[in-house]
């Protein structure tokens, strides 16, 4: 998609699509970590794993997608980003089951409240501008200290 767009909105498009998808894969990383691993002792140390990751891959994408867009074009990012996805989506879809207990399974009538709920949306909104401003800040600090 985005390495075949031809328009500014297609590119912003696709974008948007992979954003969508990388942070869905983030969530539910993080709550299948919960539902493994809450009440037993190495889930401390699995969660502090999963944290430095999320704040150290970041950084490491910015210099991965210079060297592949210096050596290969800029379209190979997006090329190695979606065969980077497809082969994690398919281990996920032969390795990943069901982590939750099925009695603990509630309907999607249960997360309304959730967005309606004002506590929610000033934590979502401030987790994003936090995590917004770190990325913009790492995709452009390279041009500002150079």
């Given amino acids: 998609g985005a390495a075949w767009s031809s328009t ?10 992979q954003a969508v998808g990388a942070s869905a ?8 970590v919960r539902d493994v691993y809450a009440n037993r002792p190495e889930g401390v ?19 991965a997608g210079t060297l592949i867009g210096e050596f290969l074009g800029w379209q190979a990012i997006f090329i190695t980003l979606a065969i980077l996805a497809m082969l994690a989506l398919l281990n996920a879809g ?11 399974v509630k309907t999607r009538r249960s997360v309304l409240p959730i967005f309606a709920s004002p506590a929610f949306w000033v934590y979502t909104v401030g987790f994003s501008a936090g995590m ?13 200290l150079i």
């Fill in 8 to 17: 500014a909105p297609a590119f912003v498009a696709f974008r948007l699509l």
């Fill in 25 to 32: 894969m983030l969530v539910a990383t993080f709550a299948t």
């Fill in 45 to 63: 140390v699995i969660y502090g794993l999963f944290s430095s990751m999320l704040a150290f891959v970041p950084a490491l994408g910015p210099i």
């Fill in 94 to 104: 032969f390795r990943w089951h069901e982590t939750r207990p099925l009695d603990q």
């Fill in 132 to 144: 917004g401003t770190y990325f913009v800040f790492f995709s452009t600090a390279p041009r500002v």
